[in-house]
Nanobody, 128 residues
Framework: QVQLVESGGGLVQAGGSLRLSCAASVRTFRSYALGWFRQAPGKEREFVCAISRDGGRTVYADSAKGRFTISRDNAKNTVYLQMNSLKPEDTAVYYC?????????????????????WGQGTQVTVSS
């Protein structure tokens, strides 16, 4: 069983930055691809970005490209989401997720169903 705990959310003004962290309680952390998703009020949960096991591959939603950066530290069992130039439309609960079935021969998952484990989420609110 994988437990994921997000932190780092909060209230920030438009144009500001936040760094989210997600710590995993699993010995085999480096064997999982990891992703960040978000869910705004009244909307479906959507993909933000993902990173491969060794951090060598990443993929971003168009809304995140150029502003967000995903990274991981396998020694610390932690994945990060650096968010810059935040906009009010980035307001959402942000979730990290782990994909144990990822293989380097396939594309990183961008759909909810490809991830088996989820954190409880952390709220990000961007004021205008």
């Amino acid at each position: 069983q994988v437990q994921l705990v997000e932190s780092g959310g909060g209230l920030v003004q438009a144009g500001g930055s936040l760094r989210l962290s997600c710590a995993a309680s699993v010995r085999t952390f480096r064997s999982y691809a990891l992703g960040w998703f978000r869910q705004a009020p009244g909307k479906e949960r959507e993909f933000v970005c993902a990173i491969s096991r060794d951090g060598g591959r990443t993929v971003y939603a168009d809304s995140a490209k150029g502003r967000f950066t995903i990274s991981r530290d396998n020694a610390k069992n932690t994945v990060y989401l650096q968010m810059n130039s935040l906009k009010p439309e980035d307001t959402a609960v942000y979730y990290c997720a782990a994909d144990p079935a990822y293989s380097p021969t396939q594309a990183l998952g961008i759909t909810l169903g490809e991830y088996d484990y989820w954190g409880q989420g952390t709220q990000v609110t961007v004021s205008s």
